[in-house]
């Protein structure tokens, strides 16, 4: 996606009317010597502290006062006199105020210029505030004509969402059938079953149209509307009805002529069915005819809606398109790539304010285009997209607390230490500092680069103190962990915070000190995934099951052994993985018995099956260089071929691209062979930089 330009300028007066409309401020025009943009930039203060945040009502008191004011102007015309009313009698009713509205004049339209459609539409959301506020639900329920606003009219879309659910709109005397249907749709007052039976009883009177038809018959414009209204806004879908639905959209295709709506509809209903093929084949028609509608009316027909079907029919170009061309059309803050890693100092949130319906659709593009992203493939991309997502509101806390930790993770992962260490601090734990053994892990993995090991030592050991408490020692009931109730996924977090705390102590004192701290590990796994047996392992996933993680636990004290030269006990733990009843093979403990037996050819069988593992790749460069003398052609081959796999590990992983290690022998085989030296140098730097922000555990075991 390329990046957007957010640098819109205002060419027309009228153009103010298309940005309020979708909800967005028009933040480059000249508001000063205008009252339509005195009196609209007054309106965005109202909508900021009513609709887009939580209700403010010292703010709103302001904005009364102000409001007071431009009413007493000379200089107001009767749209903005409009304006300001609506204004004030909304405070006045949010503030509890006894004051009396201000009667709003009931023609409106017939008494202001309404030839610019989007002014119409503009005119029509302040209508709809006018009736909400002062619960004028009869203008609605009198109304034959009453048209569904788009989705791009997002203010009038939340306007009219809100009477429906919260003034009784007596859907008997309804006299709009279309508004009722609508009505019906956001109210859930309709099952499958009915809403076929609405569409099927006007495809009756459907047949094939000619010229004339399409934009006069009666029928051809009410299936028109409703089919909108269905692709817009309705995904209850059943499964028993799934034959029913084909049927009928098969019959509107059938006597409809390059309808959008009826294309949007089949392809969002075979998306959530799950055919794909005819899921694209409506797909394909559906942005066929809206880019044809474009090319008659010289522009698109409801972004949002088109933007919407995308979202349903996971196409990342046309979606990347269509979220482009709306933050384009409406001036909306994007963040770019420059910006990304810096958002918190800059403290770049929730910059893009608009209504519910109009956020959760943009936020639904950006999470799917977020999750077509291979973070090693292209990180540029991978917070690209994710610093967007913060700039809407994300209702769900537990998916803003994943989105987070994943920017903390994988700044984890490119060394950007700080960075991700103060995002933890005041996007995560801050918020959460209790049930967050993810959150505290990493940062406590984080601390670990510093020369002072203190404070990482420090978060270790009050997470693992806990666990450590005799029941019979009197203890405030919140410091008590239910291990009976845990989760696999915090079992396995625990003993890697008893991986850290080991490295720890082996690094600060002496690997004889950590040693003695093993059996104390062993003792956790007993007591986490076998005395404590209430959890859900995933068989079809190695890493979800105890024998995974004892063999992790092998490993651990396997990898101390070697480093204090007890061969004879490193090899008995690698025995004791070797004796775990599995159906998997543990590449890690592969390049165990590499290092422990200085085997290359354990390397090289790792290797084989996965060509970018770090560890395999480093004690494989390790071995070979250890007869860096060598002179033979054969040696040079074998420095050569390992070289190739790591540089092309290096591009092809972000684990192996930010590993300081696997840089270093890089260099050193790089140098061996005599490759130029600016060569040397720049992986030399590189290789560095990675060192000085290396951690004694590897951000990546967090992930399971």
Sequence with gaps: MAAVNS????????????????????????????????????????????????????????????????????????????????????????????EQPIKQNPNIKQVIDCTNVAKLEFVDSLILENIYYGKLTDQLIDNYDFKIPSLDNSISTYYLIKIIKEHDLNQKNIKSDLLKFFTDIINNNITDDELLLVLQNIV??????????????????????????????????????????????????????????????????????????????????????????KELNNVYDDLLSILNVCNFNKNKKQVSHFIELIYNSYDLTVINRKETMNILENNKFELVKLPDVTNKILLSSWMFLHSTIDVNVNIEDYYYYLTNIFQLKVKDETALLNYEHQYAYNLALIKQNEKSSQWLKQRI????????????????????????????????????????????EEIDEEDIIDTENLTFENRYLYIIFKFLQIDIIAEIHDVSDSIELLPSLFQLYEKLFIESNNYIENKAKPRYTKEYVLQLVWLQAAKLYQKNNQKEEALKCLKEIADVDVDFKNLNAISMKGFVSSDISQFENVLGYDATNLIALIGYAELILKDEKNSSLEYKNKLSAIGLKISTAINTSIQCRYSGQLQLLLFKIYKVLGHGKDLQQDILLSAIECLENETILDPWIIKL
Aim: overall charge negative; aromatic content about 12%.
């Design 7 to 98: 640098s819109f300028t205002i060419q027309e007066e009228d153009d103010i009317f298309k940005f309020k409309n979708f909800g967005s401020y028009v933040s480059n025009y000249d508001i000063s010597n205008s009252s339509l943009g005195k009196t609209t930039f007054l309106l965005h203060r109202f909508h900021s502290n009513t609709i887009y945040n939580e209700i403010n009502l010292e703010n709103l008191k302001v904005i009364h006062q102000e409001c007071q004011k431009l009413l007493s102007s000379n200089e107001n015309g009767e749209l903005d006199r409009y304006i300001l009313s609506n204004i004030y009698n909304g405070i006045n009713v949010l503030t509890s105020s006894n």
């Design 204 to 293: 009756e009177h459907l047949k094939f149209p000619n010229a004339d038809d399409i934009n006069k018959n009666e029928y051809q414009l009410k299936i028109a509307n409703h089919l909108k209204i269905v692709m817009d806004h309705y995904t209850n879908f059943q499964k028993e009805n799934f034959a029913k639905w084909e049927k009928i959209i098969v019959e509107i295709v059938s006597k409809t002529f390059q309808s959008s709506n009826a294309a949007g509809l089949a392809s969002k209903f075979f998306s959530i069915k799950g055919d794909t093929l005819q899921a694209e084949l409506y797909f394909k028609n559906f942005i066929v005819f809206v880019e044809k509608n």
């Design 429 to 472: 734990l801050k918020k959460q500092p209790t049930d967050n053994l993810p959150g505290w892990l990493l940062l406590a993995i984080l601390e670990s680069s510093k020369e002072d090991k203190l404070n990482s030592l420090t978060i270790v050991n009050s997470i693992l103190t806990p666990l450590n408490i005799d029941e019979d």
